[in-house]
């Protein structure tokens, strides 16, 4: 039996109040929420995250 296509809904961003879609892999969608553009600002990646991710395939 196929899976149901779960919709993704309308999200605003609640830093520039920008629109964008929410991500449908959540179980779950706050209230509140930063777009991707935001997100990349203000939670930033430490710099030996990025690093220890590249070698966790080798």
Known sequence: MPEKAVPTPERVCGRCRKSFAGDPTLSFQTGW????ECTEVLLPVPMGAADASSRAGT
Not at 33 to 36: Q, R
């Open 33 to 36: 929420a930063l777009c991707p």
